[in-house]
């Protein structure tokens, strides 16, 4: 059976949900091979202005490659050591962390006997069935555990060397793209080739810069609280900022459990959770639209979906992942005949549009209110 326009309706709609099951089977199955591709991705677009720039200095092309990667690969060590330190530092805590967090427990049990008349007993006979639940299932968790070192490994070892492959072999993977569709679609090939180039370039450039001042405003605002560990929750918000509308939440609630831990004054978790999602109300709506600017229209129903169904493919790569998949999936469906509602679907147009109008309103009146008439000249 051939699936043309003019088959029934349901028939291309089922049709279409097909491909995008088996797109996402797929994406599931060859995870292993597909992330650290990714990524590399990602890690090459980001660097090529930068080879490019060598490149123009006379440098060999496998030179100015190396030297790129050299100093991405020196950038992400400082960062990581810095957390590995902190991380570090915390570990050897836990043990007063335990014991702080022990007492709050014991208060709340109090007040869970207190209010819900739920006697200590049982509340300690359940949550110990979960702990044998939890317990049983031990040796799961140890596999799944070790199956996420093992990707984090791969990882590692594979990214520098998909990157350096990526950028050396640039040239002829355009060729290649170009090859595979037809003369007719070359403006097309080439229009998707630089928008998915300037949005993966604009997400990243903006995203470093965009972490760098969040981590710097929480830091500063943790450590003028008094909050122990300040630059490592200031700089972890800023990591888990990357996950839309998720990551802040569990930042938050981790520097607030900490904070819980270590602090006797109880309205420090209130500025806590002030500071931060003050930051982030700040961030997602003066910083994110000026430092990353228009790149990405996606509205915020797909980047919570598309976050969502990342991490149920992938788990926490799928996460950190999904919203520039999203955004080249946007660019691709908005070329691409037949596939152009899809793209208006995971575009911002409509609201962007209703901001425009309602912006044009406002001045407007205001003008009309500062508007001052003009006097007649006086005759003599």
């Known amino acids: 059976m051939q699936i043309t326009n003019k088959s029934p309706l349901y028939v291309q709609i089922g049709f279409k949900f097909l491909v995008i099951f088996f797109i996402g089977y797929f994406i599931y199955v060859a995870q292993d091979i597909l992330i650290p591709f990714a990524f590399a991705v990602l890690l090459a677009v980001l660097l090529?202005?930068?080879?490019?720039?060598?490149?123009?200095?006379?440098?060999?092309?496998?030179?100015?490659?190396?030297?790129?990667?050299?100093?991405?690969?020196i950038f992400i060590s400082v960062i990581f050591y810095f957390l590995s330190t902190q991380i570090a530092n915390f570990v050897d805590d836990i043990p007063s962390l335990k014991k702080h967090l022990n007492d709050h427990?014991?208060?709340l049990q109090k007040w869970i006997k207190t209010k819900l008349h739920i006697s200590l007993r049982e509340q300690n006979q359940y949550f110990n069935q979960t702990a044998e639940k939890i317990k049983d299932s031990g040796?799961?968790?140890?596999?799944?555990?070790?199956?996420?070192?093992?990707?984090?490994?791969?990882?590692?070892?594979?990214?520098?060397?998909?990157?350096?492959?990526?950028?050396?072999?640039?040239?002829?993977?355009?060729?290649?793209?170009?090859?595979?569709?037809?003369?007719?679609?070359?403006?097309?090939?080439?229009l998707v080739i630089k928008q998915s180039k300037l949005m993966i370039n604009s997400?990243?450039?903006?995203?470093?810069?965009?972490?760098?001042?969040?981590?710097?405003?929480?830091?500063?605002?943790?450590?003028?609280?008094?909050?122990?560990?300040?630059?490592?929750?200031?700089?972890?918000?800023?990591?888990?900022?990357?996950?839309?509308?998720i990551g802040m939440f569990t930042a938050t609630l981790f520097t607030v459990l900490v904070t819980l831990s270590t602090?006797?004054?109880?309205?420090?978790?209130?500025?806590?959770?002030?500071?931060?999602?003050?930051?982030?109300?700040?961030?997602?709506?003066?910083?994110?639209?000026?430092?990353?600017?228009?790149?990405?229209?996606?509205?915020?129903?797909?980047?919570?979906?598309?976050?969502?169904?990342?991490?149920?493919?992938?788990?926490?790569?799928?996460?950190?992942?999904?919203?520039p998949a999203v955004a080249m999936t946007k660019i691709i469906c908005d070329q691409v005949e037949g596939l152009q509602p899809w793209?208006?679907?995971?575009?911002?147009?409509?609201?962007?549009?209703?901001?425009?109008?309602?912006?044009d309103r406002i001045k407007g009146?205001?003008?009309?209110?500062?508007?001052?008439?003009?006097?007649?000249?006086?005759?003599?």
């Not at 575009?347 to 109008?357: M, N």
């Not at 009146?365 to 003599?380: D, L």
């Open 263 to 323: 602090s006797n004054n109880t309205s420090d978790i209130v500025w806590v959770v002030i500071i931060m999602y003050g930051i982030h109300i700040i961030d997602i709506n003066i910083l994110m639209p000026k430092i990353i600017a228009s790149r990405l229209r996606i509205n915020a129903l797909i980047s919570i979906l598309g976050v969502i169904v990342g991490g149920a493919l992938t788990g926490i790569s799928g996460l950190f992942l999904s919203i």
């Open 139 to 190: 040796s799961e968790y140890i596999s799944d555990t070790f199956f996420s070192i093992t990707q984090a490994l791969m990882l590692i070892i594979l990214l520098p060397i998909y990157t350096f492959l990526i950028l050396y072999y640039r040239d002829h993977i355009r060729t290649f793209l170009y090859a595979v569709f037809r003369k007719e679609h070359s403006d097309r090939v080439g």
């Open 48 to 73: 090529l202005p930068l080879v490019n720039f060598l490149e123009r200095r006379n440098i060999p092309r496998v030179l100015s490659i190396a030297i790129s990667l050299l100093l991405s690969i």
């Open 203 to 245: 997400y990243m450039t903006g995203l470093l810069i965009e972490m760098g001042i969040v981590a710097a405003s929480n830091s500063i605002g943790l450590v003028m609280l008094g909050i122990k560990y300040a630059l490592f929750f200031g700089v972890l918000a800023a990591l888990l900022n990357i996950i839309p509308y």
């Open 105 to 107: 427990w014991i208060t």
């Open 343 to 359: 793209g208006l679907l995971f575009g911002d147009d409509t609201t962007g549009t209703k901001r425009v109008r309602l912006y």
């Open 365 to 380: 009146i205001k003008g009309k209110k500062t508007a001052r008439p003009v006097k007649p000249p006086v005759s003599n």
